[in-house]
Structure formats: structure tokens, C-alpha cells
């Protein structure tokens, strides 16, 4: 007898239960005890149909994605979903929580499925890199069509209990006890001699002779570079022209292809480093966590707005405070106006609008900030500022009360000093804009108590972000990696490649954009204030002056004035090479008396990445990150580093870290620039043979 699924028979159904928590994922021990209870009730003359459902939480949601990459034990989930549809009962699925992956499939091979109002069911394999490889393929498109098999398999979202039962997916909806219903469903079923409905047996309806290659062109742009949406794709397509085994043979090989593929590793490999980053190490669960019933938010700029966002739509009180009342309705008007944007694409109600609204005050006055539990400040990136900021906080708020500051470089540990509490300070490194990116840079200064940094890391989650906890240096994590890269862009370019062809090369390897086009839409006024700024206190230091310096002083500060290193027609953002930013690079080499060279997209791509690769490994060595995985969640979330590549880290190691050091030690011969002195850490990793997972 299975200790993850059980057979009983209550009121004359049969009913099989999947329990293995957290979420009835289908492992070895699931799938095996599926057959067995299967033979059981089969066996059960008293039961005169079937129920299927999970125990806790949830109905199955998918295979147990911590079995790929081992080796396949039999049965296999097409097998065991295959043996439910051939059985000689009426079978039923019974779905609450989310029915995912096989979990869909497993209904899909029942009879009739019912559904809990609250359920979801949905084929998201695509996120993983996968497909629905347990017939997801073949039956759904046999139930509901190609094109809308199509939209639920490549989109691979989640789709509510309701919507289904208006596809013909689900049979009926109900509220309240779902195995009450599920049994007298069973029982109605067997009374009226309903018939048996194997979805194999149907033909699917393709809508049209183009509507694979029409779904491919539809999707190029978006998931270019993505393996599986395209053989998501195919595997329906097989169901069009297949019978169903043949079908589902096509359905097996595509599967294992892309479950072959590093593609999927990559994902698999993002899909637990996203859970795992909110798990601290060193930090006890059992850690208090403080309740955050009401936020303040210090500046009412676009930072300050989008953050505001993020805690009014998850229900959270918000008083904003600015110095002066324009600016306070001018912040409060770009809340408005930024969520009736979303109601206008039909993301939000106006209901919802308005409750969100109404949940945002507004004040000139700090002491109106004395009963918040948590503040977070967005002021102007200026130390002496931000210190004066810290110091009403520390004045006016209550004792307990969590003090945050939104700084992108500026060091954390001495504006906590600014107070009495620095074990109450944090950063909260918000990504522009505050309301859209999902990344969260949670900065843990040296005093930050555990309670608060548990607290914060929490909170991340209930609004939304994917919170990582990082230590304090220049840029963190993500922009301290990204000086490195944009230095390498620079200097490629000034030894002889294009703005364009550095750009085409990151932007064919997966980013978003490229790291000019990405200054361009930063402004490049911003990083050129912020030298000027370094060049007047601290000239020794400060960086040279360079072309992108002669762009800014020309006011070409990207896509907002219309050209930057590139220029953009009007209501155009398409980067194009412009002929200002060619004379003065030509003008910068001339003046440094640089020879220029022919310079390799490979050479390009190395640079730009080993460079990452090399710092990351830098900051795990000072602890500013506390794992391989957080640097390469930082970077998808917060710079679109593709999914299907890992992150920078798990990248390097795909690539394998004896080759990615040999690189790095070859620039550092060539250049002896600092940036390509070899991580002592990555030294040892190479020489060892091992991985950054290896950590
Ligand atoms: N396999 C193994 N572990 C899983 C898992 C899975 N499918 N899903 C969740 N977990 C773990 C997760 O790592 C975490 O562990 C804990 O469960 C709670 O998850 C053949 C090939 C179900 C919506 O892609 O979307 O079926 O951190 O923190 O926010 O065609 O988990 O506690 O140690 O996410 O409430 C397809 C993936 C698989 C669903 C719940 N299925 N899971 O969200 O909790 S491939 C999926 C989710 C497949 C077939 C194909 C979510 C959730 P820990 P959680 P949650």
C-alpha cells in the first residue's frame, strides 16, 4: 500500500487521493501509487465509479520537477494517465488548488472533471523549458482546439476554474466541500449511465491550415532565443496530423529533446534559485517578523510613486511625504494616472483603482509618519540628504518602526549610523520603474538586526518582488556587475567595434537590449552627472573624461532628447548608428592615439560576460552575495539576463569555469586592468575542477 495515495470507497465511489506535500508532485512513488489504487478500486465491485483528487493543499501540480536530470523510473506519467483512460470505470477528477503540468494531464485522461470555484489548472512545462510530455499535447487540443491548445501551452499560464468550464475543460464548478460534491457528482454520473469520454478519441478542430506557422510568427519576437514554445508548437501540431499513439510518440520525442536541452536546465535550475533566494541562511525560520500594517514613502518622484504602487496594490496603507505640496499632488496624480493606464489595457477594474487609491494619503509633515511601521525612502541620491532624512525618521518614528532607504550606490551602513537604530536600517533597492521590475535588492547593513532583514524579505514577497539580501558595496550586486560589463562596452568600442555591433552581440545572446541601447534609455546625463559629480570632489579618482561624456554635454542624453549614442526618429525607439556618436569616438581614439582593430563578436561576448562572471565571483568572496543563485536571480529580474541561460553564474558554469578562467587570465595578461585579475575564488573553482553550484 502507497503512503502517497490511498484507496477508499465512501458511498459506493471509489475514491483515490494523492497525498505527498507540499503540492502532490507526480514523483516515482505518486505515479506508482496511482496504478495501485487504480487496480483497487477497479477491483472494488462496491465502487461504481472512480474519483481522482489530492490531499491538502492542492490536486497534483505537475511531475516532480526535482526527478529530471535523474534517470526516468518506469511507470512514466503518460503510462499511468494512459492506463486511467483505458480503465474500465467512470473516472472523475476532482481539482481544487492548482492543477498543474501532469496534474492538468491526469484530468485530461479522466471522464469528467470538477472543480472547485477557487481552482486553477494550467500546462506551464514552457516555463521550464519543457512541454506537457504526459499527452498535454495530444488530449488538449482533442478537447478545446488548436488555437486555444496553442494559447494555454505556450503561454502557460494558469486559468481560473470558471474560464475552463466556459472552454469545456471542466464539467462542473462548485463551492464548499469538494469531496462531498465530487461524490455526489460521481454518484448522479453513475445513476444517469453517463457515458465514457476518452479525449484521445476525439479529433481536434484546427481552426486553419496557417494557424501553427501564423502562432510562430506571433510569438518570434517574444520568445526569441526560446526553445520550447517552438516545439510546444510542434508537439500540437503533431496532434493535427497524428493519430493519438503516433501523436503522443512525437509528443515523447520533442519532450526528451527539450528535457535534454541546457536550455531547461537553466530553467529548472531558475525556477528553485527563485524560491531559494528568499530563504536566508544564518536566519533562523522561526525568526520574529515585525507586522507591517502601514508604509511610508519619503519623496513623491517616480521612485517614490512606483514604490507607493507596489504596497497600495497589496492592500497596504500608504502616506507619502514631500516637501513641497505641488510635488505631493504631482506624485499623487502619476499614481493615478499609472493605474488607470492598467485598467485601460484591462488589468485592473476601476474599482480596484479606486481602492488602491483611496488607500494612499499624503503629508508635508514627518510627524504624520509617527505611527508607520515600516518607511522607505526614495530622496535625491546625495548622502548628506539622505542623512538628514534618517535623522526626522529617527526623530519622529515610533520605536520598532523599520527605516529603509531606496539608494543605488550610496553605503548603507553610514546613513544607518545617521540614527540611533541602526539595527531598525535596511536598504530596499527598488528597480525603475518601482511599480513594473520584480527584482527587490534588500541591503543588510552590519547592524541590521535578523527580525528586520526577515521582515523585509517577507514583505518582498507579499508585494509582489522576488527579494534578495545583499551586502552593502558601490552598486550592490546588479550595478556593480553592470559597471564592469558597460566599461568593457566602452573599451571595445574604443579599441575599434561599433556601439551596434557590441549591442547586436549581448542582444543575440539574449538580453533585452545591449548595453548602449540600455544607456540610451537610462539617460545618459545620468551616469555623465554622476562622473562630473566624482570629477569635482574627488579628481584623483574620478574616471576619465570620454566620448559618452562629449554626447551628454551635447545634450544627447538618449531616447528622451532624441539621440544619444544612437538617434531615434520621432515616436521611434529603434536604436540607429548615428554619425555625431561615430566622430566623437573617432575623435576620442585620435585624441588617446588608439589603433583601432577588427574586433570578433566572440571576443565582444567574452568580454562583456566573463567581466560579470569575474565580479560575481568577487562579491560571493566578500560575502556582499550569499550564493551563486542570488547573482543570477539579480540579474534576470532585474536586467533581463535570458532565463533559458541560468544567470550569469550558472552560465559560466555551462560554459565550464576552467575556460571561462583561462579567458579572464589571458585578458589580465594582455590588459594587467584590475577587472581581469582572476577571482581567487574562481581560481580555485577552476583549478579544481568544480562548479559555482558546487558552493
Ligand atoms: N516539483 C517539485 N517541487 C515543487 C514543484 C514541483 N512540480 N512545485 C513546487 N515545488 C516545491 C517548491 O520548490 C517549494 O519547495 C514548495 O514546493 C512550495 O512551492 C510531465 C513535465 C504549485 C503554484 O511547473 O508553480 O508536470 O522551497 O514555494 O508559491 O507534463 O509551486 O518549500 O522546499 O512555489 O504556493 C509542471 C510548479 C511540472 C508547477 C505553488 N508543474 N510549481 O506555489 O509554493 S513539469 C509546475 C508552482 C510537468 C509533465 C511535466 C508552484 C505552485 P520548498 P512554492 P506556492
Known sequence: MSDVVSY???????????????????????????????????????????????????????????????????PALPDVINRLEDSGKLLIAAVHGTALGGGMEITLGCDYRLALDSARMGLPEVNLGLLPGAGGTQRLPRLIGAQAALDAIVGGKPMKAGQLEKMGVVDKVVSGDLKAEAIAYARQLADDNAPRRKVSELTVDKESDTVFSDYEQSIARKKRGFLAPFHCIKAVQAATELDFAAGQKRERELFTELLNSPQSAAQRHVFFAEREVGKVPGIAKDTPRREIAQVGIIGAGTMGGGIAMNFLSAGIPVKMLEMKQEALDKGVALIRKNYEATAKKGRMTSEQVERCMSLLTSTLSYDDLSDVDLVIEAVFENMKVKKEVFGELDRVTKPGAILATNTSTLDVNEIAQSTRRPEDVIGMHFFSPANVMKLLENVRGEATSDEVIATVMDLSKRIGKVGVLVGVCYGFVGNRILHKRQAQAISLVNEGATPAQVDKVLYDFGLPMGPFAMADLAGLDVGWRIREGLRESDPANAPERNWLDALAEQERWGQKTGGGVFDYAEGDRTPRPSEVTAAEIEKYRAEQGIETREISDTEILERCLYVMVNEGAKILEEGVAMRPLDIDIVWIYGYGFPVYQGGPMFWADSIGLDKVHAKIQQFHDETGHDDWKPAPLLERLAKEGKRFADL
Open 8 to 74: 477508499q470507497r465512501e458511498d459506493e465511489i471509489g475514491l483515490i487521493v494523492v497525498d505527498n506535500p507540499p503540492v502532490n508532485a507526480l514523483g516515482h512513488a505518486v505515479r506508482q501509487g496511482l496504478l495501485d489504487a487504480l487496480d483497487q478500486g477497479l477491483a472494488d465491485d462496491g465502487a461504481r465509479a472512480l474519483v481522482v483528487m489530492g490531499a491538502g493543499r492542492t490536486f497534483p501540480a505537475g511531475a516532480d520537477i526535482r526527478e529530471f536530470g535523474q534517470t526516468p523510473k518506469e
